[in-house]
């Protein structure tokens, strides 16, 4: 079976003090439909330019994206981009910013269906309110209904918890691996927390410092929900710590 996403030796370099910076150095990676890969890799060493390109919204200067055999040059309607900064409308409602976007159909039905995804990701008795008057964890619950709300194929995740405390970064993941388990998606995260990568993905995919490539690959068999205290786990996150320089 062909591969969703197939990263095929892309390179990119910016410019600074005039000389060329290489950020992303020939990588290359195939993605299945329905997989789960979460990338982590050292500070600095390109993973957000990366996920840009990933995404199409910055071109490689080598190399391709493709998405079903596709090359992508733009951003395209089968990905939704969930990012850490933040993206909810304040002067909106939790419905009509889920609302946002919905070019199709009556309001009345789109309403019922923003009513929907605010029950499907804990948000039910909030539709009316106004982001000031939501947690941090649950205006990132409003992004993610309002991602899965268009059914995209691809969820494009560059560190969507990392502003949120550790407890509610717990519940929000157990909130979308209940929600994966419902809806099929393919996922990229990028993430700088191993314990994070551990407990959600199929994969994960460690990079060297820049220009990033990929230096190891984890596959994580586990079944959800997944027990971090497991030892397979354990040895798998030392490991992964080791490819980082963390851990000896």
Not at 180 to 197: C, F, G, M, P, S
Request: proline letters at 6%.
């Amino acid at each position: 079976m062909a591969a969703k996403i197939v990263i095929d030796a892309i390179a990119k370099s910016f410019r600074k003090d005039g000389m060329p910076l290489p950020v992303v150095g020939g990588l290359s990676l195939a993605v299945q439909d329905g997989e789960f890969i979460a990338i982590v890799g050292p500070s600095g060493c390109g993973k957000s330019t990366l996920m840009r390109m990933i995404s199409g919204f910055e071109q490689p200067d080598t190399g391709a994206v493709r998405i079903d055999g596709q090359v992508l040059t733009r951003p395209g309607p089968q990905g939704i981009v969930i990012s850490q900064h933040g993206s909810v409308f304040p002067w909106l409602t939790v419905q009509e910013n889920l609302m946002f976007g919905l070019n199709d159909g009556e309001r009345a039905h789109k309403a019922r269906l923003a009513d929907h995804y605010a029950e499907m990701v804990g948000l039910k008795g909030f539709e009316n309110a106004y982001p000031r008057e939501l947690s941090g964890g649950m205006l990132k619950r409003v992004e993610i209904a309002r991602a899965l709300m268009v059914k995209p194929e691809i969820l494009y995740m560059d560190e969507p918890f990392s502003a949120l405390d550790a407890l509610m970064n717990l519940r929000i993941r157990q909130e979308l691996l209940r929600i994966l388990q419902e809806e099929r998606h393919t996922v990229i995260l990028i993430t700088h927390d191993v314990e994070e990568a551990l407990s959600l993905a199929d994969r994960i995919v460690v990079l060297t410092p820049r220009p990033a490539t990929i230096k190891a690959s984890f596959t994580v068999a586990q079944p959800h929900p997944r027990k971090l205290s497991d030892p397979a786990l354990q040895a798998m996150k030392d490991a992964i710590l080791a490819e980082l320089g963390v851990m000896a």
